[in-house]
C-alpha cells in the first residue's frame, strides 16, 4: 500500500469521521517495537538499540500530530506518514536552506559550497541535506564549524544511520537534527532517494544547486523546487564543468543566478537573504 492511501485512510479513521480519536504515535511505538512470534528474544526494528547506539532518544513524528512539520504540510496526502528523528525537533521550526549538489563536485564547487554555508550559518540559518559524499556532507561539515544547524535527511532507515568521520569533530546533537520517512530498517535505494528529495525541498524555504549533472538526484531536487514554486539558486562561473549542465538547464527554467560580489569575492547572497526576510515578514503576518 503506498503513502497516499495511507495517508487518505488514517486522515479518514482519525479527522473525518466521528471515530474515537486516539493517539497513534502510541500505536507506533507499539508497532516499531513489536516482537515476533511471542519469542520475546527477537523484534522487528529494536528502536532501544538505535537509541543505546547513539545515546539519543528516537522521536516518531506522525502526520497528524501537532509537532509535525510545518512546511511539510503542503505536500498533503504524499507528505511522509512518519517521521522518525533523532536530535533537536526545535530545528524544524527555523529558517531553512536546502542544499544538493554533486557527489563529485569540482573543489570551485566545493569552494562554493562552504562559502554559502558559512555566510548563512552565521546567519543562523540551518542547513538541509542529505548525507552523500560530496556537497553534501561538505553544507554539514561547514555549517556546525561555523556553530550553525543542520538537518540531516536520510534515504534510509535510521538503523543504518552512524555519524561520519569528517563530522565527528563538529559534531553537536543541540544543533542536529536527523530525521528518516521510512522504517528504521529501511536500506538505501534510488528511488527513496529520489522521493527523499521531496522532503529536502518542503523542508527548506529555498533551495542552493552545485553543479548537478543533466540526470540524477540533484537535478531531481532542482526540478522538484521550482514544481514546489519555491526559490531556487544557481551558482555559476567561469570553468564550470560540463558535466555541470544541470546548472545552465534550471536557470533557463527559471532558477536564479548565484554569482560573486565584486568587492568580497565571495557569492553575493544579498537576493536570497531578501527572499528569506520577505518569506519571514509573509509569515510573521500570517501567525500574528
Known amino acids: 500500500m503506498g503513502r497516499v492511501k495511507i495517508n487518505n485512510i488514517l486522515t479518514q479513521l482519525f479527522v473525518d469521521s466521528n471515530r474515537v480519536k486516539i493517539d497513534i504515535n502510541l500505536l507506533i511505538e507499539k508497532f516499531l517495537n513489536e516482537e515476533l512470534n ?28 501537532k509537532n509535525y512539520p510545518t512546511s511539510l504540510k503542503p505536500l498533503l496526502s504524499n507528505r511522509p506518514t512518519i517521521l522518525s528523528c533523532i536530535g533537536n525537533l526545535d530545528l524544524f521550526e527555523k529558517t531553512k536552506i536546502g542544499f544538493c549538489g554533486s557527489r563529485k563536485a569540482t573543489e570551485k564547487g566545493f569552494e562554493i559550497a562552504r562559502d554559502i554555508s558559512e555566510q548563512v550559518s552565521l546567519k543562523n540559518i540551518t542547513v538541509v541535506s542529505g548525507y552523500a559524499s560530496g556537497i553534501d556532507l561538505e553544507t554539514h561539515y561547514t555549517s556546525l564549524k561555523n556553530n550553525g544547524s543542520t538537518i540531516i535527511v536520510l534515504p534510509e532507515g535510521l538503523e543504518n544511520f552512524k555519524i561520519k568521520k569528517i563530522l565527528k569533530d563538529v559534531w553537536d546533537w543541540e544543533r542536529v537534527l536527523v530525521i528518516s520517512e521510512y522504517l528504521p530498517n529501511a536500506i538505501w535505494s534510488v528511488s527513496r532517494a529520489m522521493e527523499r528529495n521531496s522532503t529536502i525541498v518542503a523542508l527548506s524555504n529555498l533551495m542552493v ?34 558535466e555541470a ?41 500570517l501567525f500574528d
Open 38 to 65: 511471542g519469542d520475546n528474544t527477537k523484534a522487528y526494528f529494536n528502536v532501544a538499540q538505535i537509541e543505546q547506539k547513539l545515546s539519543q532518544k528516537v522521536h516518531f513524528i506522525d502526520f497528524l500530530s
Open 209 to 242: 544547486l552545485i553543479e548537478a549533472r543533466i540526470k540524477g538526484g540533484s537535478i531531481d531536487a532542482g526540478i522538484k523546487t521550482l514544481q514546489f514554486e519555491k526559490p531556487l539558486f544557481a551558482p555559476i562561473y567561469e570553468g564550470m564543468p560540463e
Open 245 to 285: 549542465s544541470g546548472n545552465q538547464y534550471l536557470l533557463e527554467k527559471g532558477a536564479y543566478p548565484l554569482k560573486r560580489h565584486r568587492e568580497t569575492k565571495k557569492a553575493n547572497l544579498k537576493n536570497m537573504f531578501e527572499i528569506l526576510d520577505y518569506q519571514s515578514g509573509i509569515n510573521k503576518t
